[in-house]
């Protein structure tokens, strides 16, 4: 959701901060006429679904599902084996993050504004948000309210538990 915002425009920081610079010749020059200040240098950031994935830095997004994905692999057998609300809330977010990702990669290749126009995308995008969020904002409801997500799995499966 705004991590996966974050993360891809996280290449453009490093141009936000060299444009900050003042590179003019006199240090008694006024950096606010100069030709390249800071003022003239700033470029708007787009927050286009399709400017961010065609602009976005792609490797740190990429090590951020590789790491969750990696990540999962020990909080999935924690939750089960091991249950407890600390665990539920962990395994809740790590799925929500997981299947956001996935799914949002899908809405970005299939749901393309060159396809559907301007708005379809946008819509798909902010439903996504929604889903995610309502997905998370259950699970949380589950872990705190309920047996907790672990248990459920255990329960589901039968096996007992503690």
Same mark, same amino acid.
Request: aromatic residues 6%; contains cysteine; hydrophobic residues 45%.
């Given at each position: 959701?705004?991590?996966?915002?974050i993360?891809r425009?996280?290449?453009?920081?490093?141009?936000?901060?060299?444009a900050?610079?003042?590179?003019?010749?006199?240090a008694?020059?006024?950096?606010?006429?100069?030709?390249?200040?800071?003022?003239n240098?700033?470029?708007?950031i787009? =927050?286009?679904p399709t400017?961010?994935s065609a602009?976005?830095?792609h490797?740190?997004l990429?090590? #951020?599902?590789r !790491? %969750?994905? +990696?990540?999962?692999?020990?909080i999935?057998?924690?939750?089960?084996?091991f249950?407890?609300q600390?665990?539920d809330y962990?395994?809740?977010?790590?799925?929500?993050?997981?299947?956001?990702?996935?799914l949002e990669a899908? =809405?970005t290749?299939?749901?393309?504004?060159s396809?559907?126009?301007?708005?379809l995308?946008k819509a #798909?995008h902010? !439903? %996504?948000? +929604?889903?995610?969020?309502a997905?998370l904002?259950?699970?949380?409801?589950m872990?705190?309210n309920?047996?907790g997500l672990?248990?459920?799995?255990r329960k589901?499966?039968?096996l007992?538990?503690?």
């Amino acid at each position: 959701m705004a991590l996966s915002l974050i993360l891809r425009s996280s290449s453009r920081l490093p141009a936000l901060v060299n444009a900050s610079r003042i590179s003019c010749a006199t240090a008694t020059h006024n950096p606010l006429l100069c030709s390249s200040s800071p003022v003239n240098n700033v470029r708007p950031i787009s =927050v286009s679904p399709t400017r961010q994935s065609a602009t976005g830095n792609h490797v740190t997004l990429w090590q #951020a599902e590789r !790491l %969750l994905s +990696l990540g999962m692999l020990g909080i999935v057998p924690v939750a089960l084996v091991f249950p407890s609300q600390g665990a539920d809330y962990l395994l809740a977010i790590s799925i929500v993050m997981h299947s956001h990702w996935g799914l949002e990669a899908i =809405v970005t290749d299939y749901v393309r504004e060159s396809v559907f126009g301007n708005i379809l995308p946008k819509a #798909a995008h902010g !439903l %996504l948000i +929604l889903f995610s969020a309502a997905t998370l904002a259950g699970l949380f409801m589950m872990a705190y309210n309920d047996q907790g997500l672990g248990k459920t799995v255990r329960k589901i499966w039968g096996l007992k538990s503690n």
